[in-house]
């Protein structure tokens, strides 16, 4: 048995059916919570969207990048397609990160008023929307990530056993039946049509 089944199965399992993984959970909420407070609905929006291209641009070119690292670094598939991966989404995430905050310098400021000073309190408030959207897509992502590929039975078992988690789980599977439904209805009308 190695360190880390034996750490977390020491672990207790807190009141209320919640695990040391829903803490960790609820503490990667509270910080997006905070960055997206910190940011407003603006900036955190920008950020959400730089995100979700850089996923879609990771999940469009990952083959192209895995494909060069077997080839140069001997690399096993398997490997080099989640580096891959994390690769072309971290270098498109630092990118457009870029270009948008240099982009937004170049936007006029709004004069100051008591509209202006109210929008500004709301627009931090409402960026608490985008900052959660962020955490559960991350969360998602990372916890599927866990249950698919191989890792301990221990981190599997809490992510399973796991309040926030194993409800996080169940709707990103319904979120994924319901996009592939969309996305075979459409390649279906354009080959009909």
Request: charged fraction near 10%; aromatic fraction near 14%.
């Amino acid at each position: 048995m190695d360190i880390l089944s034996v750490f977390l199965s020491s672990l207790p399992s807190l009141g209320g059916g919640f695990n040391f993984l829903d803490i960790i959970i609820l503490c990667i909420v509270l910080f997006y919570v905070h960055e997206g407070y910190t940011l407003g609905f603006t900036l955190a929006t920008l950020d959400l969207v730089s995100f979700i291209i850089s996923f879609i641009a990771a999940l469009q070119f990952y083959t192209n990048f895995a494909s060069f690292l077997t080839t140069f670094f001997a690399l096993p598939i398997g490997i080099a397609n989640a580096v891959g991966f994390f690769i072309i989404a971290f270098i498109s995430e630092i990118v457009l990160a870029i270009l948008i905050r240099r982009g937004l310098r170049y936007l006029p400021g709004l004069p100051r008023n008591r509209f202006t000073d109210w929008l500004k309190g709301a627009n931090h408030w409402l960026g608490i929307v985008p900052g959660l959207v962020s955490a559960f897509i991350i969360l998602s992502f990372l916890l599927t990530i866990i249950v698919t590929f191989p890792s301990s039975p221990i981190i599997k078992s809490a992510v399973n056993e796991s309040t926030i988690g194993a409800k996080l789980l169940a709707n990103t599977s319904l979120f994924e039946k319901q996009l592939d439904t969309l996305l075979v209805a459409r390649s279906t009308k354009h080959l009909t049509s």
